[in-house]
């Protein structure tokens, strides 16, 4: 009897372990809800993978796009072009930690998106961008 | 039946280690959650978690004690336009940094006028870096002035000694 509750503080405790270092999202839920956000727009018509990857490379106003840092090869580890800042590779495939997490998703498009493009991204360009990096293998 | 003093003793016990594991999710989860930095070598002593995953995100986190509080509350109040980038936190991340920096600041009495908001312009930094010579920092692989993890190998664990320094080649 003791044991067995001894044993159940040790499965709770290990359960609490394998739940709180899961991811809160995947990058699906949130390509879902990009989905979602999007279609609001009148004339959606589904993410393209050839959009996003065209939206990565080409440059905004201050000659920067996504590949700027991030490199032209998504699964690539990327250097921050002013800092030399390491940063780890974007796409999903290389780096299982990128897009589970939706608050961390925003914060860094909206940071992103204004040093590229002086604006926020749309929905489209995100899920086209998103569409992309799921595509893009090790 | 059952001894009571042995089965709270044994409940405690499950409870605490429970708690010992919650606790190590939880460390464990807010290494996760620092973008680019997973270090897990020497660190300054005191070091703030939200300073150390926010600040360290497009740049080495650059340490409190090499710029004056004056510095680190001109620097947390422009975020907005931080060095030609919008770099916002939500106001009580932004407030827990600003403490952290401003408790960590240097003493060191600087220049009257403006606070300097660059560590490369402080008097103590262009001594320091007075005999590197020119040509390091016209290597490519020496992004810039702010790049400091180029020459300081171990800048990213806080550690900026001499000892470490390797110039690229």
């Known amino acids: ?138 | 039946m059952i001894n009571t003093r042995k089965f709270s003793r044994t409940l405690g016990l499950g409870v605490m280690v429970m708690v010992a594991m919650m606790y190590v999710a939880h460390v464990s989860n807010a290494r996760a959650d620092d973008d680019d930095d997973e270090d897990s070598g020497h660190r300054p002593a005191i070091v703030d978690a939200k300073w150390a995953s926010e600040c360290s995100a497009c740049h080495v986190a650059y340490p409190a004690r090499y710029l004056p509080a004056d510095s680190w509350r001109a620097i947390m109040a422009g975020l907005d336009k931080h060095f030609g980038s919008n770099a916002s936190l939500d106001p009580a991340t932004a407030k827990e940094i600003t403490a952290y920096l401003e408790k960590n600041a240097s003493t060191r009495r600087h220049q009257s006028g403006k606070p300097v908001l660059r560590i490369t312009e402080t008097r103590w930094w262009r001594s320091e870096h007075r005999e590197v010579a020119a040509r390091h920092w016209k290597n490519p692989k020496v992004k810039s002035r702010a790049d400091c993890q180029a020459c300081h190998t171990t800048a990213d664990r806080g550690d900026f000694s001499e000892r470490h320094v390797k110039f690229p080649r």
């Not at chain 1, 359960?15 to 709180?20: F, R």
């Not at chain 1, 727009?41 to 050839?50: L, R, V």
């Not at chain 1, 250097?79 to 780890?88: F, N, R, S, V, Y």
Request: proline share 4%; net charge positive.
């Open chain 1, 1 to 138: 009897m003791l044991r067995a509750i001894f044993s159940f503080g040790l499965v709770i405790g290990f359960c609490s372990l394998a739940v709180n270092t899961a991811y809160a999202e995947t990058p699906g839920d949130i390509l879902a809800a990009l989905k979602a956000e999007a279609s609001a727009t009148p004339g959606f018509q589904g993410f393209s993978a050839e959009r996003g990857k065209s939206f990565y490379r080409n440059k905004g106003k201050h000659d920067l796009s996504c590949s700027s840092c991030h490199t032209d090869n998504p699964a690539a580890e990327g250097k921050h072009a002013e800092t030399g800042k390491l940063i780890k590779p974007f796409a999903p495939a290389a780096n299982p930690e990128r897009f589970t997490d939706m608050k961390k998703v925003k914060k860094w498009f909206r940071r992103n998106c204004n040093d590229v493009l002086d604006r926020e991204c749309t929905a489209q360009e995100k899920g086209d961008l998103l569409t992309y990096l799921l595509t893009v293998t090790k």
